[in-house]
């Protein structure tokens, strides 16, 4: 079944008004940073066809982000390699589902996907796990981050080309694995990740 909007619905009875849902793209890579989206949706305005990012086409998924955008209220966070390395990216998501939502205006309730909550969030708000499989806000978070992570890949790729992003991602796909190990190491990839590190390691007992 495609995501309805029963969560915001419960969450506008329990006397919430600006609800959003809120969901994280890049996760699984080896290099980039992770990307959240915060979406209000304007029950007039909701595009046709929200559905988990993972279930769409590249092509859809950029159609519905621009709907969304033009239709909703949108808010963006990131957090940066440098971050992942250091919180883990559990926390760099959860740092970025924070920056998204700060970056609306006086949200009152959040659906965040996922089981945990960010430890840290100032306001009242409810895990939803496959929420971006089950309700409409959070689907739209997950198309908007989904599409503007994809987007920072492919301008990365331009920099850093051999790695196939403008095509994985950055995901971990046996081409980025294998320049990985031919080419190296970028600035971009993130180091506390297993293939990274053991591409580092082993540069490291080389040079000895």
């Given at each position: 079944?495609?995501?309805?909007?029963?969560?915001?619905?419960?969450?506008?009875?329990?006397?919430?008004?600006?609800?959003?849902?809120?969901?994280?793209?890049?996760r699984g890579p080896l290099a980039g940073p992770v990307?959240?989206?915060?979406?209000?949706?304007?029950?007039?305005?909701?595009?046709?066809?929200l559905?988990?990012?993972?279930?769409l086409t590249?092509?859809?998924?950029?159609?519905?982000?621009?709907?969304?955008?033009a239709g909703c209220e949108v808010g963006l966070g990131e957090a940066s390699v440098a971050e992942i390395d250091a919180l883990n990216i559990l926390r760099a998501s959860h740092l970025a589902m924070m920056r998204a939502l700060a970056a609306l205006a006086a949200v009152d309730f959040a659906l965040i996907d996922g089981n945990l909550l960010p430890r840290?969030?100032?306001?009242?708000?409810?895990?939803?796990?496959?929420?971006?499989?089950?309700?409409?806000?959070?689907?739209?978070?997950?198309?908007?981050?989904?599409?503007?992570?994809?987007?920072?890949?492919?301008d990365l790729a331009q920099q850093h080309p051999g790695y196939g992003w403008e095509r994985n991602a950055g995901y971990p796909t046996p081409a980025h694995l294998r320049a990985l190990a031919e080419?190296?190491?970028?600035?971009?990839?993130?180091?506390?990740?297993?293939?990274?590190h053991k591409i580092l390691c082993q540069g490291i007992s080389a040079s000895r």
């Open positions: 079944m495609p995501p309805d909007d029963s969560h915001e619905r419960a969450a506008a009875i329990a006397g919430h008004v600006r609800i959003a849902g809120v969901d994280e793209a890049g990307v959240a989206a915060a979406v209000i949706l304007d029950p007039a305005r909701i595009p046709d066809g559905d988990d990012s993972k279930k590249a092509r859809a998924r950029e159609r519905l982000c621009a709907a969304i955008h840290d969030l100032a306001l009242p708000a409810r895990a939803v796990v496959g929420g971006d499989a089950r309700s409409l806000s959070i689907a739209a978070a997950s198309i908007v981050a989904k599409a503007t992570r994809d987007r920072i890949m492919v080419i190296g190491v970028t600035p971009w990839h993130r180091r506390s990740f297993a293939p990274v």
